[in-house]
């Protein structure tokens, strides 16, 4: 089955400084990369998400670039803001099917 | 987007005991999934849950332990049957919303600790 693997576990950045988080997958046919921010005490909440036909999406201050030869996808934070502090989580699924691999997590902290 | 709520939202449990857990949607949804969340960890995919048909259950995931029912196309629950303190977690629903695939959207997490 699919692994995915998600680093840092941790990351502290400074308010305004820019936030990157990798992920790597092991099955060459996921082909849907979502990412989810879960704030404490809340449940996850998709923030943007990749198929592998696009190499690259933005959404204001967040982007995801994807890597299928590498097998791996990235999530970039830009301008950080203290409220972008929560665990976010990678995770992969083959289309057509609904099982999502997780990563592991990482967990943000914006300084002000 | 869906509104996605879930009861109860947190809960204190004996071992030995069961809880039910809804989840309820705004809209109707085909497909509803049924997640644990350990302290501290990542998310696990305990069940499918389909409206009209029996659940599918991921591999470490048993019927007889987590029961799923299904009635109708914005409701679903799951039960932690006969817990024990290894049950405490965070139980989460998701929904595929807009019919696509893939695209799926979390309640707010019922917490469970078991004593």
Known sequence: GENVEQHPSTLSVQEGDSAVIKCTYSDSASNYFPWYKQELGKGPQLIIDIRSNVGEKKDQRIAVTLNKTAKHFSLHITETQPEDSAVYFCAASLYNFNKFYFGSGTKLNVKP | ?115
């Open chain 2, 1 to 115: 987007s869906a509104v996605i709520s879930q009861k109860p939202s947190r809960d204190i449990c004996q071992r030995g005991t069961s809880l039910t857990i809804q989840c309820q949607v705004d809209s109707q949804v085909t497909m509803m999934f049924w997640y644990r969340q350990q302290p501290g960890q990542s998310l696990t995919l305990i069940a499918t849950a389909n409206q009209g048909s029996e659940a599918t259950y991921e591999s470490g995931f048993v019927i007889d332990k987590f029961p799923i029912s299904r009635p109708n196309l914005t409701f679903s629950t799951l039960t932690v049957s006969n817990m024990s303190p290894e049950d405490s977690s965070i139980y989460l629903c998701s929904v595929d919303i807009r019919g696509k695939y893939n695209e799926q959207f979390f309640g707010p997490g019922t917490r469970l600790t078991v004593l």
